[in-house]
């Protein structure tokens, strides 16, 4: 298995290593090993779950649930219940907010037609 820094994850990520040690302190990523010298060194496994950390984040999931989602995880099997009510409650946040801005996105669809007719007119009319 391989093994990175913390510079690594961080290139690969796009994330800033004070965010890594951030979400490390704030307990989401709980196992992260250190080198004999004390430096992070994260695992594949590690990637894998800051993946879904980022997921879940950019979809809004807050860090206090993301860190109950992580907790829950490391007790393994038992809580696998308890994930999914959690990820699916999260989908169906995520599905209402694309609903709402498809909503934003269509107001804004109909005003560049409104406002693109207007300039064609207004554009006739200076030639």
């Keep these: 298995m391989s093994e990175?820094?913390?510079k690594q994850v961080s290139d690969k990520t796009s994330?800033?290593?004070h965010?890594?040690?951030?979400y490390e302190k704030e307990g989401l990523l709980p196992n992260?090993?250190?080198?004999?010298?004390?430096?992070?060194?994260?695992?594949?496994?590690?990637?894998?779950?800051?993946?879904l950390i980022c997921c879940l984040k950019s979809t809004g999931m807050s860090?206090?649930?993301?860190k109950e989602f992580v907790e829950l995880s490391?007790?393994?099997?038992q809580t696998l219940k308890q994930r999914c009510d959690i990820l699916f409650e999260h989908k169906r946040s995520v599905e209402e907010q694309i609903q709402e801005m498809e909503k934003h996105l269509q107001k804004v669809r109909?005003?560049?037609e409104c406002f693109t007719a207007q300039y064609e007119k207004y554009n006739k009319q200076q030639a």
């Design 63 to 66: 860090i206090k649930k993301i």
């Design 110 to 112: 109909c005003k560049i």
């Design 4 to 6: 990175y820094s913390i």
């Design 74 to 77: 490391a007790k393994g099997g």
């Design 32 to 51: 992260i090993n250190r080198s004999a010298g004390g430096s992070r060194r994260f695992s594949d496994d590690d990637l894998e779950a800051l993946e």
């Design 19 to 22: 965010t890594l040690r951030y």
């Design 15 to 17: 994330l800033p290593t």
